[in-house]
C-alpha cells in the first residue's frame, strides 16, 4: 500500500484538490496554541499549505519519496520522508517529543494506515489537553447530469483494483475507527459532510483520474482502464478538453482529542 502512490507521483502533483480555507480555520479556531502541527501521509503538501497558514511550524510527513519530490516549499513546511522501518519512537523524536503537537492531519491518506500504530504515535504526540487530531477525505464528484452517469460507468471499472483499505472512503469514512473525543466536526461512525468546489478542465480531470491508485494497479496487471475509448467518451459527456467546469467534491471529515 506504502507504494501505491509512487509511479504517479507527477499527475497527482499536478491534479488533486486542495482544500478549503475554512476547514483550516475551524481546526486552528479549537486548538489553544499553535506552534507546531504535523500533516501526516501530505502528498505534495496538497493539506500541508493550508495549515501553514495557522501554525508557527508544520511538519509534513510522507512514506514516498516521489510524492515529496513534488512538494511545494513553504517558508514555515517541513517535509520528511517516514520510511515504515521507523519506528514510534523515532517518529515522537522528529517533534522533539510527546505532548508537542497541537494538530495533527491527515488528508486522503488515514484509510491507508495500520490505524492503532498511527492512532497510538497521535495520542502520544499531541499536547493534552487542547491538542487536535483531524482526518478527512473526498470521494465522487458531481459534474452534470450528462457527465455524471458515465463517470459511475468509469468508477465501476475500477472496482477490482482499489486496495481494501479503499473501502473506509466509498463508507465516506462512516465505517473508520476514530476513538477521539469529538470536538463537533464529525465523530466516530458519524462523519461531517463537506464540500470542495473546484474549477476544473477536462484535461485536469483525466490527470486526476490517472492519479488513482486502482487505475495504476490496473495498468501493472496490463488492463488499461483509461483507454482512448473511454476518453473519448468521457471528454465529450464534460464538453471537450479544455472547458473548465465548476465540479463539486463530497468530502467527509472526523476531527476529535485525545480522550483523558
Ligand atoms: C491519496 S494521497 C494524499 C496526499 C495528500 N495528503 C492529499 O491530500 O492529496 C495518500 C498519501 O499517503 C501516503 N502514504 C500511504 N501510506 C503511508 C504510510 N504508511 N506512511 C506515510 N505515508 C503514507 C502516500 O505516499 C500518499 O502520498
Request: net charge negative; hydrophobic share 40%.
Amino acid at each position: 500500500m506504502a507504494g501505491l502512490f509512487d509511479k504517479q507521483a507527477d499527475d497527482y502533483s499536478n491534479a488533486r484538490p486542495t482544500y478549503p480555507k475554512e476547514w483550516y480555520s475551524k481546526l486552528a479556531a479549537l486548538t489553544p496554541h499553535h506552534h507546531l502541527a504535523w500533516d501526516v501521509a501530505t502528498g505534495n503538501g496538497q493539506a500541508a499549505l493550508g495549515v501553514a497558514e495557522y501554525f508557527d511550524r508544520v511538519i509534513a510527513t510522507d512514506v514516498s519519496e516521489s510524492q515529496l519530490q513534488r512538494a511545494v516549499a513553504h517558508p514555515r513546511v517541513q517535509y520528511i520522508h517516514t520510511p515504515l522501518t521507523l519506528t514510534d519512537d523515532d517518529v515522537v523524536s522528529l517533534f522533539g517529543g510527546e505532548n508537542s503537537v497541537d494538530l495533527v492531519t491527515v488528508a486522503q491518506g488515514v484509510h491507508w494506515f495500520d490505524l492503532p500504530s498511527l492512532y497510538s504515535r497521535v495520542s502520544r504526540l499531541l499536547r493534552k489537553p487542547g491538542g487536535v487530531f483531524a482526518v478527512w477525505c473526498y470521494r465522487g464528484v458531481e459534474v452534470s447530469p450528462t457527465f455524471d452517469p458515465l463517470m459511475m460507468k468509469f468508477s465501476e471499472t475500477t472496482l477490482p483494483y482499489w486496495d481494501p483499505h479503499a473501502k473506509y472512503v466509498f463508507d465516506g469514512y462512516k465505517t473508520l475507527p476514530f476513538p477521539f473525543e469529538s470536538v463537533g466536526l464529525g465523530s466516530e461512525g458519524d462523519p461531517l459532510a463537506l464540500e470542495i468546489p473546484k474549477q476544473l478542465s477536462f484535461e485536469g480531470f483525466l490527470r486526476m483520474l490517472r492519479s488513482w491508485s486502482a487505475v495504476n494497479t490496473a495498468k501493472d496487471q496490463g488492463v488499461d482502464l483509461l483507454n482512448e475509448k473511454m476518453v473519448k467518451e468521457l471528454e465529450s459527456a464534460w464538453g471537450g478538453p479544455e472547458f473548465v467546469r465548476s465540479v463539486v467534491f463530497t468530502a467527509f471529515m472526523l476531527a476529535g482529542k485525545v480522550k483523558l
